[in-house]
Nanobody, 127 residues
């Protein structure tokens, strides 16, 4: 059984920063062979892809509105992924989820591609 635990959310003023963490565990879970991603979901909206990081080559991809402000990273030895968020805006307010998958079938931005999810952590940015 694979478990992802999100943490690090909170209330921050616009322009501030937060660092989200995703700790992975599981008896047969090989973290280093999983693509990792972050999604977010604001009230009344669909879950939205934010960033992805491929396990095989460490390539990183970002949604346009967060590129240059957010950074996805991972430490395989610690079974942990992070999302560093800077220059936060009120429109970044959402519940943030980490997600993991071994293989992409069609598109890394689709929630359906991911097999494992964290429980979510609330990020609130005040204006």
């Amino acid at each position: 059984q694979v478990q992802l635990v999100d943490s690090g959310g909170g209330l921050v003023q616009a322009g501030g920063s937060l660092r989200l963490s995703c700790a992975a565990s599981g008896r047969t879970f090989s973290f280093s062979t999983y693509h990792m991603a972050w999604f977010r979901q604001a009230p009344g909206k669909e879950r939205e892809w934010v960033a992805s990081m491929f396990w095989s080559n460490d390539l990183k991809y970002y949604e346009d509105s967060v590129r240059g402000r957010f950074t996805i990273s991972r430490a395989n030895a610690e079974n942990t992924a992070w999302l560093q968020m800077t220059s936060l805006k009120p429109e970044d307010t959402a519940v943030y989820y980490c997600a993991a998958t071994r293989y992409y079938r069609t598109s890394y931005i689709s929630p359906q591609e991911y097999d494992f999810w964290g429980q979510g952590t609330q990020v609130t940015v005040s204006s």
